[in-house]
């Protein structure tokens, strides 16, 4: 899972000729009957049909970051060998912002992030010799989060710690840090 859920999600998304970006477009399962879906992803924009043909292919994030713009070789690359094209560049482009929201976070202690380090290995090991024993450790330690979740939530809170402030130490949204403390202080 992406550490920083969906306020960092990034796809691959399409470019059109004049630097914008195109409207999502739905995707159509087969008969019209499955839910689908949308995206915004480069592939989806070959020309056909309605849909506009993406000029190029660059990295963007649920934030707001984009990468820097790869032009299409269509007659290259031919509507036909979508997967031909080596998409690695805003990939690596997506996992550099992620490094930088990473260095703007609060720092775990290291003693802490040890711990963590410690405790997730030694789950995943009990989860393999005694699953049972593994989802009673998950249970006290979802009832351990809720309870500091509850207390640290109260003290930014009490701080009078601003969304933004908080946002920016946690690697999210302003509206995200907010989500996330009113859960934690709904939460005992």
Known sequence: MEPFGACHE???????ADGSEPKPVRLDCGSGAGP???????WAYTGRGSRPRAAAYRAACACGWRGEA???????????RLEDLDISGPYDEWVEHIGSVERQTV?????????LQRLENLLDRLAGQAPVAALR???????LTRAVGHQAACTAEAD???????GRALG?????????????????
Do not use: F, K
């Open 10 to 16: 990034g796809i691959v998304g399409a470019v059109l």
């Open 36 to 42: 689908g879906g949308w995206t915004s992803e480069w």
């Open 70 to 80: 790869h032009p299409i070789d269509w007659a290259g690359l031919g509507e036909e």
């Open 107 to 115: 720092p775990l202690p290291e003693d802490v992030t040890e711990a």
């Open 137 to 143: 450790a998950v249970a006290v330690l979802e009832r």
């Open 160 to 166: 009078g710690l601003s969304p933004e402030t908080m």
């Open 172 to 188: 999210v949204s302003p509206e995200r840090a907010r989500s996330l403390v009113r859960d934690h202080l709904r939460n005992r």
